[in-house]
Each structure stands twice: as C-alpha cells, then as structure tokens.
C-alpha cells in the first residue's frame, strides 16, 4: 500500500488536529465519538510520529473497526493530512462543471464522502479572470439540451460511488420504484359470463329452480393469480454498499400495494440465513431496516453462500417457494466453500422456484468474466443473471420479470464458461 506524504509543521497541535480529523471520518460516516478521539491521542503519544506508516497505522487502528471502513478512511486520511493534488481532484468533483471531450475520472470508492465531510458545504475558489485579449473576443455557445439531467445520472451512478447526499437522494427515488409482475394462469375455473367452457354444474343447479328447463348457460375461465417474490440477499462485507440500497428497493416492493405480489419474502445471509420478513412490513423503512439489522447479527461479515442456501432449502423452499414463486438472488458469488456443494444448493433452488433471477453487483464491469469457483458453480443454475449496482439496474428488472426469453448476461458468461 502506498502511503501519501505527510509533512507536518514545526510544531504540530497534535490534538486540535486529531480532534478535527475525528470530526471528519464521523462526517464520513465511521462510529467515532470523544473515547475514540482520547485513545488516538494517547496512541500517537506513545507509538509518535517519526515515521509516516506508523502513523497511519496507528490512528487506523484506532478509528477503523470493520473491514468497510477501510476506504473512507483511507480517503479522510489522504485529504486531510496534506495532500493538495488529491483535495484539489476531489473539490472538482464537488463542484459542477461543464466538461467538453476530456474524460472523466470516475472517484474512488468513498472518495465522495470523504471529499464531502472535509469540504462540509464549501466551493473551490474561482479561478482568476484573465485580461481580455485586444482582438473581438469570440463567444462560444453551448447547446446542453441533450445532456443528461442530474437523475439520469444518479440512474446510472454505482452506488459504491455515490456520496452521502446522493445515497440520500437514491434511497428517494428506490422508494418510488414498483416491480409490476404478470398474473399466473391456474388449473381452477372461475364463473364468468363470457367465458368460453360451459359450466354444466350450475346450469343444471338453477335448471332444478326452474322446473328442469334450461333458460341460461353458465360459463366459466380459468382464474388467475399472483406469484410470490422471495429475496435472498448476500450482506457480507464485499456486498455492504450494494445490499443496503437492494433492501430499500425491497421494503418499496413490499410496502406498495397492487402491484401483483401475492407476498413478499425476504432473507438475508452472511454466515447465516435470517428471515427479515416481518421487519421489512414496517411502513417506515429507517425502523424496518434498523430491526433486520439487529435481527442479522452477521451484517457485514463473511461469506457462506453455500451452506446459506442450504438452510434455506431445508427449512423455507417448501413454506415460500410454493406454486410459482420468484426467486431473486442477490450476490456477488464470491464464496470461499465448497464449490460443489454450492452447485446442489443452486440447483435444489433452481427446480423449487418458477425463476430464478441473480442480480451480480460484479457485473458493472464490462470485463467480468466467470472466474471465481462460486460463480462457475452457481451460474448454470439461473435464469436471469444481471447487473445489480444502480438504479437503473434495478428498474430493469421488470423487463427480466414480463419477458421469459430475457436472460440478461447468462448467454455471453456461459460462453465464456465453457471456453
């Protein structure tokens, strides 16, 4: 890892600036209150500053206590302890501007955050105007009515590279999303005027009112109803950004009637399975999420996929998989078990459900390629395999749901597979 120079001043007010620094990895969004400040001081007084690794490592023990912190404060680190070029990098990207051909550099992840819990509101500084020129000053116009709004790019933002204003502003938008879903045509018939098979029953039950003589046909359709959508959601470490966001979305679909779901089930797994069902019926999705998250006590933990979907399998297929439900899966693959036993679970889940849907947040990237032994394991055993990293991704889900010859990804990932 490579460390950012850290020239300090003659003589440093150490604590006023660990103080300060405190202050802005609790804007960024880590656990850091006045014990954690006292214990920083204490730990630099006692390890010193002489060398610049130590340091780091020093106050990253102190404020860093789950693996997901890691880049915020990597970021905070970097911003605050005097790097002009990369806080000169991230109040650009603060600020809006108008950017011709050049390209973008997209931020590193939390990089937002951090930018925005050391710049807290404020704007880079103008830069000087320069003296007119003797010759007829040239105006250039520019047309920005095809550009995209801020929401469309919020729609196709990754939500690992959001900051903390937009993360709030995406939440917003997932609450408005429904997933509309086609009723299930049944074996069972239900009466109908029009329909076009002749119920002989109740014509002649009202014949026997009558005296025997038949003065009307009774018909009947076959009836119809909605499936029900089951969600396992991965929340370990890798998928923290991604899993969060997913549940919003989920707590909307079950919160929003009349849109076709007969119910909606949640799971979640790490190093374990917990139903989060009931939590999520909560109208208020801060209280739902806050309630399955002490439910989950493996929130951000490692990975089980495997022996999660076992669990699964065995105490829950037959109680929610019933009669045409939807399965939606949502997972990196990253699963360190045994591939093989990954691949029974898969498939036991595959035959249980109507459809089996796999959103992969891995798949925003254009050269992702099934490496890894869990997603080799698991992706024979789907039906959709698609991108789960934006909002965008997550509205195309309806196109997977209303058309069955939509696949998404698995296609070109089998092709890679078998080569």
């Not at 990597?74 to 109040?91: A, I, K």
């Not at 429904?178 to 002749?198: E, F, I, N, Q, Y």
């Not at 790490?270 to 989950?296: F, P, Y």
Request: net charge positive; aromatic share 6%; proline share 6%.
């Amino acid at each position: 890892m490579e460390y950012p120079d850290l020239p300090l001043p003659e003589h440093p007010r150490l604590t006023e600036n660990l103080t300060h620094f405190a202050r802005a990895l609790r804007k960024a969004g880590l656990p850091v209150g006045p014990g954690r400040v006292l214990t920083a001081i204490e730990a630099v007084e006692a390890a010193g500053i002489s060398e610049r690794a130590d340091f780091y490592w020093t106050l990253h023990a102190v404020f860093v206590s789950r693996p997901e912190e890691r880049q915020v404060f990597n970021q905070v680190f970097r911003l605050f302890w005097r790097d002009p070029r990369y806080m000169e990098h991230m109040m650009s990207l603060m600020l809006p501007a108008i950017r011709g051909a050049q390209e973008e550099e997209k931020a590193a992840a939390a990089a937002k955050r951090a930018a925005e819990a050391l710049l807290d509101g404020a704007e880079a500084p103008l830069p000087p105007e320069r003296d007119a020129p003797d010759e007829e000053e040239t105006t250039i116009e520019i047309d920005a009515t095809q550009t995209a709004s801020g929401d469309e790019k919020l729609r196709q933002l990754d939500f690992e590279q959001m900051s903390a204003q937009e993360l709030a502003q995406a939440r917003r938008m997932l609450a408005r999303l429904s997933l509309p879903v086609k009723p299930l045509k049944t074996r069972r018939l239900t009466p109908d005027p029009l329909g076009r098979r002749a119920d002989w029953r109740r014509t002649l039950r009202h014949a026997v009112r009558t005296g025997g003589e038949v003065s009307q046909l009774a018909r009947r359709k076959p009836s119809t109803r909605w499936p029900a959508l089951v969600v396992l959601c991965d929340i370990s470490g890798s998928m923290a950004s991604y899993s969060r966001m997913v549940l919003h979305f989920v707590h909307a679909v079950a919160n929003r009637q009349g849109q076709g779901w007969a119910t909606v089930h949640a799971f979640t797994f790490g190093t374990r399975l917990t139903n989060i069902t009931r939590h999520l019926r909560t109208r208020d999705v801060d209280t739902a999420l806050n309630a399955a998250g002490r439910e989950a006590r493996d929130w951000q933990g490692g990975t089980r996929i495997g022996e999660s979907l076992h669990a699964f399998n065995r105490d829950w297929s037959r109680r929610v998989l019933g009669q045409g439900a939807v399965v939606l899966l949502i997972t990196d693959g990253l699963d360190r078990g045994d591939p093989a036993a990954l691949g029974r679970e898969m498939e036991r889940l595959h035959l249980s459900a109507k459809r089996l849907i796999w959103l992969n947040p891995l798949l925003r990237w254009d050269g992702f390629a099934p490496r890894a032994q869990g997603v080799r394991a698991m992706l024979p055993h789907v039906d959709v395999i698609r991108a789960g990293h934006s909002i965008a991704s997550l509205e195309a889900l309806a196109q997977a749901l209303s058309d069955p010859r939509d696949h998404g990804e698995k296609e070109r990932l089998a092709a890679l597979l078998s080569s």
